[in-house]
């Protein structure tokens, strides 16, 4: 593949929309360009101007919405950002929905559903699909239309399955970005996202852009202060003055999106094995918590040998003001966790070695905790890494957008395997 400084040539247009154009790149086969316009609309193009500066405003912004939904285990068209104002993407067939995931009852919903006060809060938020239809002014569709549409897009039939699979996606990328947004006191009152057919791999992935004409985005959860497209929506006569102002809420947007892939938490788990035997369980501890994104540590101590020492280890890892979690690998009697819980206010989690001879009796040592002690205790080496992650997602958004996208694609597996399943039956 071309390396982003390198400019690969363009071959025919594919398509034009209001805002962006899609180009083949013959020298990447299964790739497109998507190629962002300096022209704003509302209303499907009953009002169009062009706002200088706009393409790469919100080029940029998609970037990197895409690479923090990527990172953290979304699957997606974007490939990488070729320009300021284009970005290269696997090659698509779009499926003509827009998947409309709504936090806050606002804008056409309220039309649509007489006596809902605006500010509703929905809780799970409310799913909507609209059929991409101009001329109808995207009419709004049920899921049963959609299944009985019989669409098909590069080869894959869009049935229930498929259905199923961008209605989850759609709440797990929203809730991601809702917490992101939060990060910056920014509330995600709602957004709207497309998907395709990856014509090269025949999966669902999420395509199109998400750029700030995709939601609605109101500081401190305040409507008049809005930074999205909207204020153009608003706009009773656009003047010069009236585009720079709606040119500034972009600009606002593009630099604190940049901000979202940024921690604002830190953390790390700290595993405490009784012996060098144990390394392999706590490796699988280690490579787990990594794929958090946690950092995590290994060191090797013995609460029945070395106490004096094990708690030296302990306020080694309080005593620098960082969140941690400790884990306690240790087989036959346990007293490693508890020790380590009867003197530290920190999270700890026993994950005990399990052995074929004295296996079940070992546990009882992890298990019967003496009064006044909380430690947990999670057998597998992924399950305490995750156990320990989810600890860190409560303050960390990029924590929890990988534990929020590693239960998507649990869920999706299970249900392309029994898609799979049924087919194989019949």
Known sequence: MASETELPPLGQKLSEGKTKQIYELPDLPGHVLVQSKDQITAGNAARKDQLQGKAALANGTTCCVFRLLQEAGVRTAFVRQ????????????????EWVCRRVATGSFLKRNPGVSEGY?????????????????????????????????????????????????TVAIFEILERAWDTQGCTL???????????????????????????????SGDRSQQKDKQVYRD???????????????????????????????????????????????????????????????LRVT???KGPDETLRIKAEYEGDGVPTVFVAVAGRSNGLGPVMSGNTAYPVINCPPVSPDWGAQDIWSSLRM?????????????????????????????????????????????????????????
């Open 121 to 169: 809060r929905f809780a799970p938020p409310k799913l909507e699909l609209f059929f991409k239809d101009d001329a109808n002014n995207d009419p709004q569709w049920s899921e049963e239309q959609l299944q009985e549409a019989r669409f098909c897009f590069a080869g894959l039939g869009v049935g229930r399955c498929e259905i199923d699979i961008m209605s989850r996606t």
């Open 82 to 97: 070729h320009s300021d104002t284009a970005f290269v993407a696997a090659r698509c067939e779009m499926v003509p929905i």
């Open 302 to 304: 013995s609460a029945h």
């Open 235 to 297: 706009l009773k006569e656009v003047t010069p003055e009236a585009m720079q102002m709606v040119k500034r809420n972009f600009e606002w947007v593009s630099e604190r999106v940049k901000l979202l892939p940024e921690s604002r938490a830190g953390g790390r788990v700290v595993v405490l094995m009784g012996s060098t035997s144990d390394m392999a369980h706590c490796t699988k501890i280690r490579k787990a918590c990594e794929g958090y994104g946690v950092p995590c540590l």
């Open 370 to 426: 003496p009064s006044g002690l909380g430690c947990s205790t999670v057998l597998s080496p992924d399950g305490a890494a995750q156990f320990a992650a989810q600890i860190f997602g409560l303050t960390d958004h990029l924590v929890w957008a990988k534990l929020r996208a590693s239960m998507l694609n649990t869920w999706v597996s299970l249900k392309l395997a029994d898609k799979k399943l049924q087919e194989c039956s019949l």
């Open 189 to 219: 009152v709602d957004m709207k996202v497309e998907f395709g057919v990856n014509v090269t791999t025949k999966e669902i992935v999420l395509a199109d852009v998400i750029d700030n004409d995709s939601w609605r985005l109101w500081p």
